[in-house]
T-cell receptor
């Protein structure tokens, strides 16, 4: 089944403890992207990747890192999480930029 | 910067009534995409419109792209309870194809 898989689905962590949210797609998509969704703020793009080893900042990249070493994986790294990074995170992929995105099921992160 | 605005923010309808959400961009879009997010779920791609004046239908859903490619609409005929959710439009940035802008969404509730 064609899908984008995110893990974990839920995560509660403490301020400053490094964490990684994994994202993997099995559709051989070139483009991948991370979004955060907050009430009243909609979906905001964090980082995106046009292809392997090509990543760039979205609208809200502060406090996040990404890497794209393989086509299928696009992990989101929070080196030192803070409470304002409490949010619902979605990974998405598409054949190319701005084709229809396939979203993962989401990761609900709480930083206390 | 480029903005994509959706109206209305919320819409409550009686089952069987029609529903329309509108998406307006501050700049011309090369294409526009529509997504549906069920409560507690992730955005699911519905359709992409590319041509000026384009109209596409999916069963009870009708999507339109404006002649100037700055606005779009989604119309649902005879709503059903399964239509409940938030509908988002999204378009690529004119200055950066890797970035996309999502509207804030229209949340539809349907009273049986």
């Amino acid at each position: 089944e064609a899908q984008v898989t995110q893990n974990p689905r839920y995560l509660i962590t403490v301020t400053g403890k490094k964490l990684t949210v994994t994202c993997s797609q099995n559709m051989n998509h070139e483009y991948m992207s991370w979004y955060r969704q907050d009430p009243g703020l909609g979906l905001r793009q964090i980082y995106y990747s046009m292809n392997v080893e090509v990543t760039d900042k979205g609208d809200v990249p502060e406090g996040y890192k990404v890497s794209r070493k393989e086509k299928r994986n696009f992990p989101l790294i929070l080196e030192s999480p803070s409470p304002n990074q409490t949010s619902l995170y979605f990974c998405a992929s598409s054949l190319q930029a701005n084709y229809g995105y396939t979203f993962g099921s989401g990761t609900r992160l709480t930083v206390v | 910067g480029q903005q994509v605005m959706q109206i209305p923010q919320y819409q409550h309808v009686q089952e069987g009534e029609d529903f329309t959400t509108y998406c307006n961009s501050s700049t011309t879009l090369s294409n526009i995409q529509w997504y549906k997010q069920r409560p507690g779920g992730h955005p699911v791609f519905l359709i992409q419109l590319v041509k000026s004046g384009e109209v596409k239908k999916q069963k009870r859903l009708t999507f339109q792209f404006g002649e100037a490619k700055k606005n779009s609409s989604l119309h649902i005929t005879a709503t059903q309870t399964t239509d409940v959710g938030t509908y988002f439009c999204a378009g690529p940035r004119s200055t950066n194809a890797g970035k996309s802008t999502f509207g804030d969404g229209t949340t539809l509730t349907v009273k049986p």
